[in-house]
C-alpha cells in the first residue's frame, strides 16, 4: 500500500480577513505534526467566502499578497504542501480560487473556479482552464464548491489527466428550518454528500471535500474511497483538521478513462 495523508481543514469561518491567515497558518503547523502531506482549506477561506450572509471586506489585492506570503512561509516551515481556498482579482474581475503551494513555499499555481453559481454571479466571474498538480508520488487535482457537486466532468478531465484524488473546498451553511445532518449522505438531507460518494465512484478516484465549522452544517469535510465509499468524515459542526491516510494505488482512474463522450 503506498499511503499519503492528507489533512482537511474543517474551521470556523474566519471572523475577520487576518484572522482567516491565523487561523490558516495555525492548521498548517498541525497538519504538519499529525504527519500529513497535504492540507486543503474551504472555498475563499481567506479572506472569507462572499455571499450566504457573508459579507468581508471589500477585494484588497494587498491584503491578499501579503496572507499569501504567510501561508507560503507556514508551509515551508511545516514542509506541507496546501491547498488553499481564496480568492483573487485579475484584469479587475474577482475570482474564488484555490492556490497550491508546495512544500518548500513555492506557488505552482491557481485552479479558478470555472463554473460560477446563479447566485455568486454579481459577486465572482468565471475563471477558465484546468489543471493538475503533483507533490511527491500525489497527483491531484480540485473542483470548487458548485463545479464538484453539478458538473461531473470537472473531476472527470483531472483524473483523465493523472489525478489520484480530487480536492472539493465549499462553503455551505444551514438555511433557516433546514436539516441537521448527524451522519454523512444522510437520505434525509440535500444532494451534495450522494454526489461526492458518486465523484469518487464514478471516476476511481478520492474525493475530499471540506467545508467550514458551523451550527447546523448541512454538508461536513469527508474522503470518499475510489470505489464510492466513504472512508472518513468530520462530525458535523466540529471544528478540527480530518485526517486520512489515502492509498495512492487504489485510485486508478479507471473509469475516468473509459468514458466517450456521447
Known sequence: MNTFRIALANLRYPATPEESVTLAEQAIAQASLEGAGLICFPECFIPGYRGLGKAPPPPDPGF??????AIQAAA????????????????????????????????????DKVQIDPSEEATYTPGSGRRVFQTGPLTFGIAICHEGWRYPETVRWAVRHGAHIVFHPHFHIAEPGSYVPSTFADPANSFHEKAVLCRAAENTC??????????????TSAVVRPDGTLLTYQPYGKEGLLIADVDIAAATGLLAARYKSV
Do not use: H, I, M
Open 206 to 219: 478520492y474525493f475530499a471535500t471540506v467545508n467550514c465549522a458551523s451550527a447546523g452544517s448541512p454538508t
Open 64 to 69: 491578499l499578497d501579503r496572507a499569501w506570503s
Open 76 to 111: 515551508a516551515k511545516a514542509t506541507l504542501e496546501v491547498v488553499l481556498g481564496t480568492e483573487r482579482v485579475a484584469d479587475g474581475a474577482l475570482l474564488a480560487t484555490a492556490l497550491v503551494v508546495t512544500p518548500d513555499g513555492a506557488v505552482a499555481g491557481f485552479q
